[in-house]
């Protein structure tokens, strides 16, 4: 599962003098995340384009 940051604590995760980044690992909120249908040409690897991400 990859961890999801808030811009504010993107010098907390990437500088290590700054502390443990435990409590980072929380589910990140649903209400700050966006979702959209995509096309399948995202599941292929030989595509790779701009429009892979369009919603459909």
């Known amino acids: 599962m990859p961890v ?4 504010e604590n993107y010098g907390w995760w990437l500088d290590p003098s700054k502390g443990d980044p435990t409590p980072l690992f ?3 909120p649903n209400e700050d ?3 959209w249908p995509i096309g399948n040409a995202v599941g292929n690897v030989r595509n ?3 429009g892979l991400l369009d919603e459909v």
Do not use: G
């Open 4 to 7: 999801i940051l808030s811009p």
């Open 26 to 28: 929380e589910p990140f």
């Open 33 to 35: 995340m966006q979702a």
């Open 48 to 50: 790779n384009y701009p």
